[in-house]
Nanobody
Framework: QLQASGGGLAQAGGSLRLSCAASGRTFSTYSAAWFRQAPGKEREFVAAIRPSMSRTYYADSVKGRFSISRDKDMNTMYLQMNSLKPEDSALYYC??????????????????WGQGTQVTVSS
């Protein structure tokens, strides 16, 4: 089970930090990711992190502004969002899957989903 939190309202140029807490199983062998979905748009990939924590992946639209990380216990994941833009406004979902899938940028590659947390960036 995944529980996302930390969303809210921010001004353009500001920062927010999203958290995703996992429960019910040991997530040390799971990859994790963030996706987002704006009204009227498809769910899109934001960032992913592999079980080893040695590799991270980002969508071009957030590269250099967002950072994905995990706690040492591997049961909490974060998305630090800096230099926010109005186009970052969306419902953000955390997701996880066992091991890794090379199709990580597709929502179809992920098995477990949190409920979403709303991020709104004002201009």
């Amino acid at each position: 089970q995944l529980q996302a939190s930390g969303g809210g309202l921010a001004q353009a140029g500001g920062s927010l930090r999203l958290s995703c807490a996992a429960s019910g199983r040991t997530f040390s062998t799971y990859s994790a990711a963030w996706f987002r979905q704006a009204p009227g748009k498809e769910r899109e990939f934001v960032a992913a992190i592999r079980p080893s924590m040695s590799r991270t992946y980002y969508a071009d639209s957030v590269k250099g502004r967002f950072s994905i990380s995990r706690d040492k216990d591997m049961n909490t994941m974060y998305l630090q969002m800096n230099s926010l833009k109005p186009e970052d406004s969306a419902l953000y979902y955390c997701t996880a899957r066992l091991n890794w899938n090379v199709g990580y940028y597709s929502s179809k590659a992920w098995d477990y989903w949190g409920q979403g947390t709303q991020v709104t960036v004002s201009s």
